[in-house]
């Protein structure tokens, strides 16, 4: 059986990744290799929790867990890969990344990872995602899809910076710059750590469209956040129905509609795309058969290749406009359940942050009336932006903050967005 149709019939065509382990009685499939496994699940839940890889290897050398590579090594398999004897309990941010993002742990099997340009070039390149073949719940899985997929979305958006202590911000990755749509980037005080903030990291770029530093401070930051996240679970808790009404009434209807759009485009692409593989394997084998001529083969694979580039084209930016729709695509029920889960917040963690908001768009502070105002705009998970009505009874917090001598910065909230 050929390596295509083998592929296409689902069957592995890789090793199995840390965590999997070949079956003895049917090479052809993968079963869990628990210890291993259980390394695996504490990654994703760590990563979940809000640490960073290297906080997440640095808790597993000091564990003694060995590497992957050390691990096979252990039970006398060879997996190929420079094993170090030096440290064999040295995790590599690397190699931890590659475990959070190995879609495998759901039980799939991804086949066709690597290409070459055509029959006479042995050469293999990286296959782009939308080219290969993905068989979903072949195997036992790992990790479970709902944890997947908020891995995903949560590494997708994240790009932090250490402080000198190797801690991160919270809010890396959440913070953009309203102007030019880049995300802000985190610093602090040289002299005192104490001082963090976020500006525009494409600020005075050459080319850049920004030209503005939409500075904002972490600890006032951090308490705004924490004001409006308390609003909002106050409003949605005490006036559910009326909350869900608001949340219906926007603009989420028109978002499913846009999303099935898209979709149904996208399905129809890599339909025609797939296509052209089984019209390509078949001129490949009518060609070593002899039934068509070499210069035949090369005219007709040229032509399908040429067709497959303009469809790809329009798959990758599709598929990434398709995945952050998703993001927002959640249910209504489904905020109201982290509402739930943390009605009685006391203090912003890594993880609250990351169940209600999806980004938080930062605006440059402008002098109106002899005033410096900044606004700042929430957008939440599911529901996307929210304003909830004026409401007395809903909180209203008394935040100041003295920045320096005779400078100091106060918060109002306005819906959706808050002005200080």
């Known amino acids: 059986?050929?390596?295509?149709?083998?592929?296409?019939?689902?069957?592995?065509?890789?090793?199995?990744?840390?965590?999997?382990?070949?079956?003895?009685?049917?090479?052809?499939?993968?079963?869990?290799?628990?210890?291993?496994?259980?390394?695996?699940?504490?990654?994703?839940?760590?990563?979940?929790?809000?640490?960073?890889?290297?906080?997440?290897?640095?808790?597993?050398?000091?564990?003694k867990v060995l590497t992957p590579l050390n691990y096979w090594k252990s039970k006398g398999l060879d997996r190929?890969?420079?094993?170090?004897?030096?440290?064999?309990?040295c995790w590599n941010s690397s190699t931890i990344c590659k475990i959070l993002t190995q879609q495998e742990y759901l039980g799939d099997v991804i086949n066709f990872k690597t290409y070459s340009k055509s029959y006479k070039d042995k050469k293999r390149r990286e296959?782009?995602?939308?080219?290969?073949?993905?068989?979903?719940?072949?195997?036992?899985p790992v990790i479970d899809r709902e944890i997947w997929d908020r891995v995903q979305q949560k590494r997708g958006?994240?790009?932090?910076?250490?402080?000198?202590?190797?801690?991160?911000?919270?809010?890396?990755?959440?913070?953009?710059?309203?102007?030019?749509?880049?995300?802000?980037?985190?610093?602090?005080?040289?002299?005192?750590?104490?001082i963090q903030y976020f500006n525009c990291a494409n600020y005075n770029n050459r080319g850049s469209t920004c030209n503005a530093t939409h500075y904002i401070r972490v600890d006032f930051l951090e308490e705004v956040i924490l004001s409006e996240l308390r609003r909002i679970t106050y409003f949605a808790e005490r006036y559910e129905e009326e909350f869900v009404k608001i949340v219906l009434d926007s603009a989420l209807r028109e978002m499913?509609?846009?999303?099935?759009n898209r979709q149904k485009e996208l399905d129809a692409l890599i339909a025609r795309d797939k296509e052209l593989d089984v019209l390509?394997?078949?001129?490949?084998?009518?060609?070593?058969?002899?039934?068509?001529?070499?210069?035949?083969?090369?005219?007709?694979?040229?032509?399908?290749?040429?067709?497959?580039?303009?469809?790809?084209a329009k798959i990758t930016p599709l598929k990434k406009e398709i995945a952050k729709h998703n993001r927002h695509n959640c249910t209504t029920d489904e905020f109201l359940a982290v509402v739930r889960k943390y009605i009685h917040m006391k203090e912003l963690t890594r993880e609250i942050l990351r169940e209600f908001i999806d980004h938080i768009v930062v605006h440059h502070a402008e002098n109106l009336?002899?005033?410096?105002?900044?606004?700042?705009?929430?957008?939440?998970?599911?529901i996307g932006a929210f304003e909830a009505p004026k409401l007395d009874e809903l909180p209203r917090p008394q935040i100041q903050l003295n920045t320096r001598k005779g400078v100091a910065i106060s918060y109002s909230p306005t819906g959706t967005a808050a002005n200080f």
């Open 157 to 194: 958006k994240v790009r932090t910076r250490k402080k000198q202590t190797g801690e991160k911000n919270m809010f890396s990755g959440l913070l953009v710059c309203a102007t030019c749509g880049s995300n802000l980037g985190y610093h602090f005080n040289q002299g005192n750590n104490d």
């Open 80 to 89: 190929g890969g420079k094993k170090s004897n030096k440290n064999p309990y």
């Open 127 to 140: 296959n782009a995602k939308e080219n290969q073949m993905v068989f979903e719940g072949v195997h036992e």
């Open 256 to 260: 499913e509609k846009t999303g099935r």
């Open 280 to 312: 390509f394997e078949k001129i490949y084998e009518d060609s070593l058969s002899g039934r068509i001529t070499e210069d035949r083969f090369a005219r007709m694979s040229k032509k399908y290749e040429d067709e497959q580039v303009g469809l790809r």
């Open 369 to 382: 009336k002899g005033e410096r105002i900044q606004k700042i705009e929430i957008f939440y998970n599911c």
């Open 1 to 63: 059986m050929s390596h295509r149709i083998r592929g296409n019939s689902g069957e592995p065509l890789s090793q199995p990744p840390y965590g999997y382990m070949k079956s003895p009685e049917n090479p052809k499939r993968w079963i869990i290799d628990e210890e291993a496994a259980e390394i695996v699940r504490r990654i994703f839940n760590m990563c979940l929790a809000g640490h960073g890889v290297d906080q997440i290897g640095g808790a597993l050398e000091k564990e």
